[in-house]
């Protein structure tokens, strides 16, 4: 059984469709990244050097159709947190499985997630990111990183674990692997060409729907913690393809 069908076919009813500037990772699987011996963070670096100016992004609209996609129970649930919070707060793939419950502050305005440690902190300095609340309770990043917390009955240690077929909540972490596995599930699930999604998607996709949508360079980069300009520029070249298009203004 599916969740929220309701919203699924409103997104799948929507005129016009939406490009993908998707790297086809078919030939670039992360066990064969594995062998080059880094970290997640690495391998997702090799993903972008091979991708040159194309990312494997994953657009808001995606995003919405996958959350749709998940099933309703314990793992549902955890999908469903792991995807929209590792889009809303554009993380690496080894940044949301290094996440523990810890470092999860809820408030009136949504979501602190401290991030202890990442690809370009290696020194351990941190940094806090905010998630707001969404507008859409079913969508919402805040009260779906609730519900699994409550749902899977954790107060402490990692915060995204596996589960196994008898519904029981496992107490060791994900892998970064396992978080591309999940997002390539869901692609499939709702005819996507998984091929064009990984890990690394949903942290693309942030980048680029948001400069769909109007966002700033530095806001975007406040987000995801790039220190490249250049980099997010990648992103938002491929968001403003058709926002800032100046054959839309022919009159055809």
Not at 154 to 163: K, N, S
Not at 199 to 221: D, F
Request: aromatic share 4%; with cysteine; hydrophobic share 40%.
């Amino acid at each position: 059984m599916r969740f929220a069908e309701g919203v699924r076919r409103r997104w799948a009813g929507s005129k016009g469709t939406t490009p993908h500037f998707s790297l086809d990772l078919a030939a670039v699987e992360t066990e064969q990244l594995a062998g080059l011996g880094g970290s997640a963070g690495a391998a997702d670096d090799v993903i972008m050097s091979i991708a040159g100016h194309i990312s494997p992004a994953m657009l808001s609209r995606d995003a919405h159709v996958q959350m749709t996609a998940t099933d309703t129970n314990l793992i549902g649930a955890r999908d469903r947190a792991l995807i929209l919070l590792g889009f809303s707060g554009a993380f690496r793939r080894s940044e949301l499985v290094g996440l523990v419950v810890e470092d999860c502050s809820f408030n009136g305005d949504g979501l602190t997630v401290t991030l202890r440690r990442s690809k370009i902190d290696q020194e351990g300095v941190g940094r806090k990111i905010g998630i707001p609340f969404g507008a859409n309770p079913e969508s919402c990043p805040v009260r779906n990183v609730q519900a699994w917390i409550t749902a899977a009955g954790i107060t402490c240690g990692p915060l995204f674990r596996a589960v196994d077929r008898h519904g029981r909540v496992q107490v060791g972490r994900l892998s970064g692997l396992a978080v591309a596995r999940i997002v390539k599930k869901l692609a499939d699930r709702t005819g996507l060409d998984s091929a064009k999604y990984a890990g690394h998607s949903l942290r693309a996709g942030h980048a680029t729907s948001a400069a769909i949508a109007g966002a700033t360079e530095q806001s975007i980069m406040n987000q995801t913690g790039h220190r490249s300009v250049q980099m997010v520029r990648r992103y938002i070249r491929d968001g403003s393809l058709f926002r800032k298009n100046s054959a839309g203004k022919l009159g055809l």
